[in-house]
Every structure is written in C-alpha cells, then in structure tokens.
Nanobody, 118 residues
Framework: QVQLVESGGGLVQPGGSLRLSCAAS????????MSWYRQAPGKQRELVAG???????KYADSVKGRFTISRDNAKNTVFLQMNSLRPEDTAVYYC????????????WGQGTQVTVSS
C-alpha cells in the first residue's frame, strides 16, 4: 500500500517561512509527478505546485515567486519551501503522487495544517 506522509506544517506569522516535506514509500517514486495541493475551509482543493518526473515545474499564480517545489528521488521525498507566507495561505496541505500535476488519479497523503496568523 502506497504511503505518503507529510510533515513540517504549523503556525507561522505573516511574512514567515515553512518547509513541508512528503516522504513516499511503497511506490516507484521517480515514475510519478509529485504535487502539493491545499484546501482552505469552505473552498475547493487546489493545485499549489507540481514537479514532473523530468523536473518540469508548475505553480499556482497565487504562490509564484514565494513557494518552491523540489524533489529528491534518492530519498523518495518532495519538498515545498514556502516563504513570505500570507494569511490566505492558511489551509491543509496535501502531497500527491500522480501521472502529471493536476491528474485525476494518484495517491494522496493525509495532509498537514498550515496556519498563517499573527
């Protein structure tokens, strides 16, 4: 059974930074695109950032220039560096292994809460 375990969430002040990690197991990690999604209360889940098997990257417009996604295939881990955080970034952040970023199919992690508040 595929496992994706996120970590690194928490409470941070506006303007602060967090680094999320997602460790994958029981999966051929390098064969999947890895993405981060988020879901705020009362809103739909949205794609935040995705990185393909070849290293191509896409970001939501709302996070461009502030967030950076990266992957380490040797450690089966994907990261999301989040800088200049804003209250509107508050959400549960989910990691997903999928054929391409934004696919309908794939495997989800359990999510990690990020709260940006003073």
């Amino acid at each position: 059974q595929v496992q994706l375990v996120e970590s690194g969430g928490g409470l941070v002040q506006p303007g602060g930074s967090l680094r999320l990690s997602c460790a994958a197991s029981r999966i051929t990690f390098r064969a999947y695109a890895m993405s981060w999604y988020r879901q705020a209360p009362g809103k739909q889940r949205e794609l935040v950032a995705g990185i393909s098997t070849g290293g191509s990257i896409k970001y939501a417009d709302s996070v461009k220039g502030r967030f950076t996604i990266s992957r380490d295939n040797a450690k089966n881990t994907v990261f999301l560096q989040m800088n200049s955080l804003r209250p509107e970034d508050t959400a549960v952040y989910y990691c997903k292994a999928e054929p391409t970023p934004g696919s309908r199919s794939g495997y989800w992690g359990q999510g990690t809460q990020v709260t940006v508040s003073s």
